[in-house]
C-alpha cells in the first residue's frame, strides 16, 4: 500500500501536489533499495502539541504530566512527574505506543529527545514543549528520531541555534521507509545492538 504523496519512478522521486503537479525531489540525503519509499513524517502519522498550564494549576490530585525530564536514556521515566488541575482536550491525553518528544527547550541537545509510551494505566497528558506521534509504524519511527539523519533535518547540530522541532516541521519531515517486515527485521537487530552495548 502507497501511504506516501511521493512517487518513486525507477531510482528517481516525485511529489505530487493538490492540484496534481509534480515536483522532482532532487536533495535526498541517500538512496534507497529498490522495495522503500521514501514519505513525510505527516503521511504515516499524527501528532499534537501539548497541554499548556499555570504554575497555580499545579496539583496534588489533578492529572499527571509528562515533560521533557520524564525521558531518560531514550525511555519513559515516570520519576518525578507533577499534577495539575485541568481539564485537557482528548488530544492531549496519551496512549501506549504514542512517541513522546521534547520539541522544545533552553538547551538545543534536548531537542528531539523521545520515549515509546509504555505500561500506562491511568490518564496522563504531556506538557506544551513536547508533542506526541501516533503511529503503527511507531518502533521503527523512534528509530528514527533517534538518528543522526533525524537531527540533520532538523538542524539539531551543534552549530545551528534553533532549539525547537515546530509541528509544520515535524509532519514534513522526510523518512525512508521500508516494508512492514523489513520495518520488524530492522527494529529487532536495532533492540539487540543495544542489549548488547547496555550490558
Not at 71 to 77: A, H, K, R, S, T
Not at 171 to 190: F, G, S
Request: glycine share 6%; charged share 20%.
Amino acid at each position: 500500500k502507497n501511504v506516501s504523496k511521493i512517487i518513486r519512478r525507477g531510482n528517481e522521486f516525485y511529489e505530487k501536489h493538490s492540484d496534481g503537479t509534480e515536483t522532482q525531489l532532487t536533495d535526498l540525503p541517500f538512496d534507497i533499495p529498490a522495495s522503500w519509499t521514501w514519505c513525510r513524517l505527516g503521511e504515516i502519522s499524527s501528532s499534537n502539541i501539548g497541554l499548556t498550564y499555570k504554575p497555580s494549576d499545579i496539583s496534588n490530585t489533578g492529572i499527571p504530566v509528562l515533560r521533557s525530564g520524564n525521558i531518560q536514556n531514550g525511555m519513559l521515566n515516570l520519576h518525578n512527574l507533577i499534577k495539575v488541575s485541568v481539564n485537557p482536550r482528548k488530544s492531549q491525553l496519551v496512549q501506549n505506543n504514542d512517541i513522546l518528544i521534547c520539541v522544545r527547550n533552553g538547551s538545543k541537545s534536548l531537542v528531539g529527545k523521545s520515549a515509546i509510551i509504555e505500561n500506562i494505566h491511568i490518564p496522563m497528558v504531556f506538557g506544551a514543549f513536547m508533542a506526541i506521534l501516533r503511529s503503527s509504524f511507531y518502533e521503527y519511527i523512534k528509530i528514527f528520531l533517534d538518528s543522526h539523519l533525524f537531527k540533520r533535518l532538523n538542524g539539531n547540530t551543534k552549530t545551528e541555534t534553533i532549539n525547537q522541532i515546530t509541528q509544520h516541521m515535524l509532519k514534513d519531515t522526510l523518512i525512508p521507509l521500508p516494508p512492514v517486515e523489513e520495518q520488524k527485521r530492522i527494529a529487532a537487530k536495532y533492540h539487540l545492538i543495544n542489549e548488547l552495548i547496555n550490558r
